[in-house]
Every structure is written in C-alpha cells, then in structure tokens.
C-alpha cells in the first residue's frame, strides 16, 4: 500500500488545517490507521489514530480537544482536522498503517508510511 499525506502549510496560531492520507494499492479499509509528527530536533511522536470501522479513536495528550481524526473507507482516505493550532504543532506529518495488534500509540505497530506533510504554525 502507498499513503500520500497532504495539506500541511504554513498558518498562524489558532487556525485551523485538515491533512489527509490516501491510500493507494490495497484498501486500507480494515486497517487501524494513525498520525505521527516529528517536530525539528525530536523524534517523530503519536498524535491521533482511528480503528478500521472509525468507532474508536486515540489521541495524544497534547492535540486531545483541539485534533479529531476521521476516515472515509470508501475514499480509502484518512483525515486531521486540526484546529486551534499552536507553534508546538510544527512538524512533519506522517500517517500510517497499523499492522500489528500492539498499541495503538506505538511507532513499532505501523508497516506502511506515508512521507510526511510539513505543518508550520507561527506566532
């Protein structure tokens, strides 16, 4: 499966950018799929991640309240809805395939990457 990431830009704090992740090559649709950042200097962290059917979500401390994850299967596509956003929320953005039964926050449960969707929230 190849995952395209986009929609990053750069915006001013409080506003507000939708990533989305598109699956191509297989169907995603029974895959937990989930989002990662790594911010200059740090290693790449879990933000949000989704079930196959999209009954259960996860978020990070960080982006709970402010970040809702969404998927359309039918699309094979993933979505960020990012809002309120803060210059801590400058990244890269990666989304993935969860492949294994491990956490859903962990980096190690995740085979497919996409290659990243830079976000950059100014002051």
């Known amino acids: 499966v190849q995952l395209q990431a986009s929609g990053g830009g750069e915006v001013q704090a409080g506003d507000s950018l939708r990533l989305s992740c598109a699956a191509s090559?297989?169907?995603?649709?029974?895959?937990?799929m989930g989002w990662f950042r790594r911010a200059p200097g740090k290693e790449r962290d879990f933000v949000s991640a989704?079930?196959?059917?999209?009954?259960?979500?996860y978020y990070s401390d960080s982006v709970k309240g402010r970040f809702t994850i969404s998927r359309d299967n039918t699309k094979n596509t993933v979505y960020l809805q990012m809002n309120s956003l803060k210059p801590e929320d400058t990244a890269v953005y990666y989304c993935?395939?969860?492949?294994?039964?491990?956490?859903?926050?962990?980096?190690?449960?995740?085979?497919?990457w996409g290659q990243g969707t830079q976000v950059t929230v100014s002051s």
């Open positions: 090559g297989r169907t995603v649709s029974s895959y937990s």
């Open positions: 993935a395939r969860r492949s294994s039964t491990g956490s859903h926050t962990y980096e190690a449960s995740y085979d497919s």
């Open positions: 989704i079930t196959s059917g999209g009954a259960g979500t």
